[in-house]
Structures are given as C-alpha cells and as structure tokens.
C-alpha cells in the first residue's frame, strides 16, 4: 500500500502536467493556432540558446525557494499563503544590507542572504506565533502579512533608502550573486549563483523533515495536532517554528531577487507573484523538497519559454498561464486521476 | 493481471508515439519556419524598407488604453505606410512583469531589430545595459533618460498638458474641490500633480485638490475606493494620472452618473483620449483627457532611424510646442466655450513663456507662494 501511494505522488503529477499540456494544445487548436509550432516555441524561448538557458534557471531560483516556503509549511499543516509578503521583506532587507554595509565578499554576502532569510523568518514569525499562541487562522494572516510587507517596503524605499525615487542604488559588489563568468557564459543573461542557494534549500529541507528530530515532530504536528500533544510534544512551539523555516525560505527567494537578478529594490506596483507561484509549486511538488525543485523547474520552463510563443507562432502569453492553470487543476483533482488508475487495475483483475 | 500489463504498455507506447510525433513535427516545422522567414525577408528587401522596429510595453501591456497602446499605435501605423506587416518588420513584446524587460528586450536584439522601443520608466536601466552590450542595434526609450550614443531618450512635458486639465477641472467645479488619483508615488506621476494643480489654482486660488495614490498602475478596485471616497466629500472632478487604476475611476463615476443621472461629475483622463471610458447612457463622465502623443514620438523617432538620420545620444523631450501634448475637446457638451477659450488663452502664456509650468513638488510650491 506505501510503494502504491508513493508511486501515485510520482504519476499524478507527471499525468497532470501531460494532461494540462493536452488541454493546451486543444486550446490552442480551437482558437486556431498551430499547438506544435506553439510548443516549439515554447522549447525554443527556454532552452533555444545560452540566453535562454541561463534566464530559465534564473527564473526557477526563486521559484524553488517559495515553493519551499510553502511546502514546508503545509509538512506541519499549514497553509502559508504568506510567502508572498516574506519574499518582499527578505527582498528589501538583503538589498539594506548590500546598500549599507562595507565589508569584505566573504563577510559582506552571506550577511546580506542572511538578513534575507532572517527578515522571511520574522514575517513567518507573526503568522506562526498568533496561530500557536491565539489561534487565528494563519490564511487570514499571512494574507494581511502580504499587503503589510508590500506598502511598507515601497514607504522604506521611498522615504529611507532613497529620495523619493522610483528604484534604490544597485548594491555594493561585494554583496552581489551576480557571476560575470556565467553571464559571459550565457550572452548576458542575469543568472547568478542563486540556484546553488536554493538547491542547497532544498537539501536542508529533505533532511530537516526526513532526518532529524524536529522533522519528525513537525510531520507529526501536520498529521495530527491532538496526538503529538498527548505524545508530548510541544505543539505551539513546532508551529512557530515551522511558520520561521518557511518564512526563512521565502525570504531567500527575495534575497535571490535583490541580490542576483536585480542588485537593488523597485518600487512595486503590484505583488511579485512568486509567493503565489510557489503555491502552486508545492502543490504540483507534491510538498517534496525534489518534487518541488523539480516543479519549479517545469514552471520556470513554462514562463520562461512563454515569452518566445507570441513573437515565435503568434500565440498570445495568456495560453501559459492557462496551461499552467489547467496543470494545477488537474493535480488538485488527482482524485479523479486517482479512481481512473484505481478503475483501470480493477478492471485489469 | 496480463491484461493490466498490456494496458500499460499500449499506454506508454501510445504517450511514446505521441511525442514522437510531436518530435517530428517539430522539426519540421522549423525547417517550415526557418524557410517562410526566409522567403518573407526576401520579399521585404524587393518591395520596401528592410529597416524594422520593435517595442517591448511595460507590465501595462499593449491593450492598456494608456501609453503601451498609444505607442503600439504609432509603431503601426509606421510599419503600415512602409507596407510591412505584424512579426515582419515591426513587432512588440509584452512583459508581464519586471523581469521580462531583459529576456523581451534581448529576443527582439537577437531577431536583428534596427530599432527597439522601451515603453515606460521601469525599463530604464534594462535598455540602459542593452544598449551599451549592443552597439549596432539603435534603442529609444520613452519616459525616461537613458545616456548612450546608440539610445534616444523620448519624454514629455505632462506638466503643461496637466495645467491646462486644471484649468479646465477649475472652470467646470462646482464645489471648487478637485481630485487627483495618481498611479505610483514617482517623479513621473508628480509632474502630473503638480502641473495640475498650478493650473486649477491659477483659476481660482481657493480650490483645493486632494490628493490621493493608489500605489499601483493596474489596481481598478483601488481606484474605484479612492474615487467612490472622493465623490463622497463634494469632489467633482478628478483627475487620474493612473493607468489601469483609472478604470476604477471612471467605474465609479459611470455609477455614480447611472444613478443620478442629473449629478454633475466628471473624470479627466490621461495618455490618450478617453472619451469611450465615460460613456453612460447619453451622457459622458469625461470632461477631458491630457492626450500624450506617443505614438506620434515612436512614428517620428523611427521614421527618422529609417531616413539615417537616427537621433542617437539626444533627449528628445516632447511638449505643447511639440504637438506631443493635447488637450482633448471631444465631449462638446461639457467642454463649453468658454472653457476651451480659457484653455487656449493658458496654453499661449505657456507657449510665450510667460506661464512656467512647475513639473515638481518643490516647484509647485514656489508657483504657489507667487499667486
């Protein structure tokens, strides 16, 4: 019965993506585009060339970290919808850090990542903390924790960090993940050591949760609240802690942003949409550190290639995001998915 | 059991002759491609220019009704005088958030356009970089400065179209109370606040203006609450400097108007002329727009790149003198006369010099203490 489950984490998602792919393809069909020139394209503006390699990988980075975020969070049974607002903050705070300190590269970066991660943390902490100590509803929260990071971050930038202008300095060097040896490799691209960090993430992730002692508690707390309290454990404690880690991970998808992609802050006229996009990625993930890296990757494809589709064949961008739509739709309704291969066997037998 | 197996493997084989097929089809599809492309170009050099132009929009995107829209406009309507066609010659990418500029801009560098239009102020340092890697592509930008022989930088004096809005809003209030939503608190949208309200005050120095931004360009909801607030406090006229958050604006105005119909308030509108937002019924909530041309820049700076006489290094800016900032008189009934007169009359003291329009907070107000 576990091997079953395990292989069926594995096939829902693969049948979601090819099922969502499918769907796509009808779309395209029907509104009288050509799917195979359109997918083509798709290929093309992701993997077509060194540019588009190195900006894919770019753009799975922080897609990896915020699928984290909230894959995490969803181990201990919550609903961390947050890492939108902790990607803002550790945006805001690792670029402070770059923009305000001189120091040397070995000190003046990790400092900089981890005020990132740290500043994701503390925007988790509130959320976790009012969830174990109140319990409101982290949703509700985490949703409210966004708007807060959002206008607050733009007033910093604005009244603090620069005068009332529309985007901060770039960072001091010594603060930056960008590698002009890699973007020499890929044509200029922006990708930049980032990717290391966010799957080094994914490695701490796998072995806190699978490894160690605080995993398990926290595992424990997602599958049932009432039991791990009779079991002794200290269930208050394993929610902040859980809401901390997550938000420490979305945090570092900011980090990735400020410090690699960009080297500063903008003002933001809107959410960023990674947080919600590593929603999405936890889900298709299936909650798994390597599902996750591995989601973010098929995203990061997607939108990445989506770019070439209207130039290259004509087809509007809008069609990726409802491929990308469907895909979703179908891994939450794996049950359906579920009972077609469980139909299938019975027949078999 | 054996026949659970078989189903897998037909299952599979079938998955595999699907993509394989769609392998397949690929390539030749590309080849298909790679050959239309060719035979296209070739054509292109035989009949008319072989000078192309590209834009990428800023998040807005090229139906946003505001300035993406007006310089898509303009780069077709120059690609249509020289015969050429959509992806053959002119074309545009959209960006659907911030980090597109760079993947949009470098697609359109690498498909060998001549001329590549950044649309928006949040391009800047993009087309800024862009522009010192590729020395032989010509790149303009427009709301912003960027500094390279190869760029041109297109901005234009909204501060002038501003106060002759606001002289207009100041002759049409009733309560003497006048509305300004802006988009993103920035130095661009500043220079529509404050050449608003020197204008209005220039009319009459006892109107006040509230002041209000929706820390967004595409947030309508966020505009239809700001304005629904300001229609509530006696405000009659607002001005919106606020791309897509302005349709919340005029939203709520036609609402407003739906259900009184003998109400009087008005919008003005911004970048283009958005005389079809206000329509409600047989009346018309825009009172005016401040019609920025854009897409009589983009025409002109491409025409010129075309001719070999591309303005590279230069900061073009765009005014009343320029014909690149209007004031729209579509809605005849609201804009009476008497107001076009007084909006005339203000426009040649800016044109003589003898108005200077402040485009600044600090500017306003030294404009203010000398009234």
Redesign the interface.
């Known amino acids: 019965m576990t091997s079953n489950n395990k292989l069926f984490a594995l096939i829902i998602p693969v049948i979601s993506v090819?099922l969502g792919l499918l769907a796509g393809a009808i779309i395209m069909l029907l509104s009288g585009y050509?799917p195979?020139?359109g997918?083509?394209a798709l290929?093309r503006g992701a993997f077509g060339?060194a540019?588009?390699i190195g900006?894919t990988i770019r753009?799975t980075t922080p897609l990896i970290l915020t699928g984290l975020a909230v894959a995490f969070a969803f181990r201990s049974g919550l609903f961390n919808i947050g890492a939108e607002g902790q990607v803002i903050v550790g945006w805001l705070a690792a670029v402070w850090v770059g923009l305000a300190i001189e120091a040397p590269m070995i000190i003046h970066l990790p400092l900089a990542v981890l005020a990132g991660a740290l500043a994701g943390g503390l925007w988790g902490f509130v959320p976790g903390l009012l969830k174990a100590k109140l319990g409101v509803h982290e949703v509700i929260i985490t949703i409210m924790m966004n708007y807060i990071a959002?206008?607050i971050s733009?007033e910093i930038i604005?009244s603090v960090l620069t005068d009332?202008?529309?985007?901060t300095d770039q960072i001091a060097s010594s603060a930056s993940l960008a590698s002009e040896w890699l973007q020499g490799l890929t044509?200029?691209?922006?990708i930049h050591y980032g990717f290391l960090i966010a799957i080094f993430a994914a490695v701490i992730m796998w072995f806190l949760i699978q490894r160690t002692t605080i995993g398990y508690e926290l595992k424990a707390v997602g599958f049932n609240q009432h039991a791990s309290k009779y079991s002794g454990m200290n269930v208050s404690k394993n929610i902040i802690i859980s809401m901390v880690i997550a938000g420490g991970f979305a945090g570092l998808a900011g980090a990735m942003e400020g410090l690699g992609?960009?080297g500063n802050i903008?003002?933001m006229?809107?959410f960023?949409?990674l947080g919600f996009d590593g929603i999405a990625v936890a889900l298709l993930g299936a909650n798994n550190a390597f599902g996750v890296v591995l989601a973010a990757l098929l995203f990061g494809v997607l939108k990445?290639g989506a770019?070439?589709m209207?130039?290259g064949a004509?087809v509007p961008?809008e069609l990726v995001d409802i491929i990308i739509a469907l895909i979703i739709f179908f891994v939450a309704s794996s049950y359906i998915i579920r009972w077609a291969l469980l139909r299938?066997?019975k027949?078999?037998? | 059991?054996r026949?659970?197996?078989f189903?897998l493997f037909a299952l599979l084989l079938t998955?595999g002759l699907v993509l394989a097929a769609?392998g397949g089809?690929?390539n030749n599809?590309?080849a298909n491609?790679n050959n239309n492309d060719a035979s296209g170009d070739n054509g292109n050099n035989e009949e008319t220019t072989d000078f192309s132009a590209a834009m990428v929009t800023d998040?807005g995107g090229v139906d946003d009704k505001s300035f993406n829209q007006s310089a898509w406009e303009g780069l077709k309507a120059w690609g249509e005088d020289n015969g050429l066609s959509q992806?053959n010659g002119f074309?545009y990418?959209?960006s659907?958030?911030?980090?597109?500029y760079?993947?949009?801009i470098?697609?359109?560098v690498?498909?060998n356009y001549d001329l590549i239009f950044g649309i928006g102020?949040?391009l800047k340092?993009d087309i800024q970089?862009a522009a010192e890697?590729n020395e032989n592509t010509y790149f303009g930008l427009v709301d912003d400065l960027v500094d390279s022989p190869n760029a041109v930088s297109i901005t234009f004096k909204e501060h002038q179209g501003s106060f002759l809005v606001g002289v207009a809003a100041a002759l049409k209030t009733e309560t003497n109370k006048l509305g300004f939503v802006g988009?993103?608190?920035?130095?661009l949208i500043n220079k529509f606040e404050a050449g608003f309200i020197a204008g209005a005050k220039s009319v009459n120095p006892d109107i006040t203006v509230n002041v209000q931004y929706a820390?967004?360009?595409?947030?309508s909801s966020k505009g239809k609450m700001i304005a629904a607030d300001m229609y509530n406090n006696d405000i009659d006229v607002i001005y919106h400097a606020s791309g897509g958050t302005g349709n919340g604006v005029f939203n709520e105005a036609r609402d407003l108007k739906n259900a009184e119909p003998d109400r009087a308030i008005w919008v003005i509108g911004v970048d283009r002329d958005q005389h079809e937002e206000g329509e409600i019924g047989d009346h018309n909530v825009t009172l005016t727009s401040m019609v920025k041309r854009v897409d009589v820049a983009v025409q002109d700076v491409t025409k010129r790149a075309q001719d070999g006489d591309f303005p590279g290094g230069e900061q073009l800016e765009y005014g009343l003198e320029e014909n690149g900032i209007a004031v729209a008189t579509t809605n005849e009934e609201a804009m009476t006369d008497d107001i076009i007169s007084a909006v005339e009359e203000w426009k040649e003291k800016i044109l003589n010099g003898d108005v200077e329009v402040p485009s600044t907070r600090d500017e306003l107000k030294a404009f203010e203490e000398a009234l």
């Open positions: 090819f050509n195979i020139e997918y083509s290929w060339d540019f588009t900006e753009r959002l206008y733009n604005r009332h202008a529309t985007k044509y200029y691209s922006r992609t960009y903008h003002l006229s809107g960023t949409n990445e770019g070439e209207p130039t004509g961008t299938f066997k027949e078999g037998k | 059991m026949n659970r197996k189903i998955i769609c089809g690929d599809e590309n491609n998040i992806g074309d990418a959209q659907d958030a911030p980090e597109d760079v993947p949009n470098t697609r359109l690498r498909d102020f949040e340092e970089d890697k988009g993103v608190d920035s130095p820390e967004s360009f595409g947030d």
